[in-house]
């Protein structure tokens, strides 16, 4: 009855700008989706070109989906890329040689999944090692890929929800990010945490002693300030829109956030501003509203920062010095 109740829920609401999505309705699914990430994120670090932040192991979203960057070698080939597909509920791997090979996401447990998708690629002529085929960061870290037959939920409407609220989040994203002329990441989604975001940095170098892991040496080497959502956690059991300024400066959780549902709360050793999902879709002009919550965010850190806001702006993305001038977000 509960499993019906939550499908019941994520069929509904198809036609508003965000849908709903809580968080126990679809748990399962989103357990094997996550590790269905992981598997194809993994090819993606393992075959992929190194860009700075790890840009290259994201996937990218699409109509349909998501997508790995291209990936492989321009000598040897060849050249990839991995599509999760939410409408034909399948993982694409195309190549530029014209072949393609199909992996249906329903019916497949975790370990079935990673078999299928190593198979599919060994049979486009992809040769791909995994250094650790297993999950990164969750509670089942140790277990093999090979080895997970306990994730195989694979609710297509739930899937397909899920990635419509992505899509019409990451819209939102892009329209943030136009506002933006320095150095800033694609908006992209993170298969290790399952978060979609978009980070803007300043100049500014970090530098992290060597016994910070690797990951979080390259991630945070410049002075970033990040935006975007995910779906909850054990922690945060309901989805999130969120935004956080590495490094944090003092008096940072002190500033005022809009729209007045959006709070600062602890989050590691600093702090984060959250805007509740549900609270964003309950407004009267919820993209409105969740766009006001990530320029507010950035006006407060990038404030306390240093940074040159003003030089930094590019309203609705031009830089055109014949047509730039004040618009939204200008000033912010």
């Known amino acids: 009855m509960a499993e019906a109740a939550g499908t019941a829920i994520l069929a509904a609401g198809a036609d508003e700008v965000l849908p709903p999505i809580p968080l126990e309705a679809w748990l399962p699914t989103k357990a094997t989706l996550h590790r269905f990430a992981q598997v194809i994120g993994k090819v993606a670090l393992a075959k992929g070109i190194r860009r700075n932040h790890w840009w290259h192991i994201t996937y990218r979203l699409t109509a349909r989906g998501w997508t790995t960057v291209p990936l492989g070698d321009a000598t040897t080939g ?16 195309s190549t530029d040689r014209g072949t393609q090979d199909e992996i249906p996401l329903r019916g497949q447990s975790v370990a079935s ?75 992209q989604l993170f ?29 945070y080497s410049r002075e970033v300030i990040s935006a975007g959502f995910w779906f909850g956690d054990d922690k945060v059991p309901q989805p999130m829109l969120y935004s956080y300024t590495a490094p944090e400066p003092a008096g940072l959780s002190e500033l005022p956030l809009r729209p007045a549902a959006a709070k600062w709360v602890t989050s590691g050793s600093g702090h984060s501003a959250y805007l509740a999902y549900g609270d964003a879709r309950k407004s009267a002009d919820p993209a409105a509203t969740v766009l006001e919550f990530f320029r507010s965010a950035y ?29 939204p977000g200008w000033a912010e």
């Open 78 to 93: 060849p050249v990839f890329t991995c599509a999760f597909d939410f409408f034909d509920h399948v993982l694409r791997l």
């Open 113 to 187: 999944f990673y078999a299928e998708a190593m198979r599919g690629l060994r049979d486009l002529g992809v040769e791909v090692a995994l250094a650790h085929p297993t999950p990164f960061d969750l509670p089942d870290h140790g277990r093999p890929f090979a080895d997970d037959f306990e994730h195989h939920t694979y609710d297509p409407i739930a899937a397909h929800r899920a990635f419509r609220v992505q899509s019409q989040v990451g819209r939102i994203l892009e329209e943030f990010s136009a506002d933006y002329s320095g150095k800033i990441s694609p908006v």
């Open 191 to 219: 298969w290790h945490s399952f978060d979609l975001a978009v980070q803007r940095f300043s100049e500014r170098k970090i530098v992290m002693p060597d016994t910070v892991d690797p990951v979080t040496r390259e991630a």
């Open 299 to 327: 006006a407060d850190g990038s404030k306390l920062a240093g940074w040159d806001t003003l030089g930094l702006a590019c309203p609705g993305g031009i830089t055109d010095p014949v047509l730039e001038g004040p618009g």
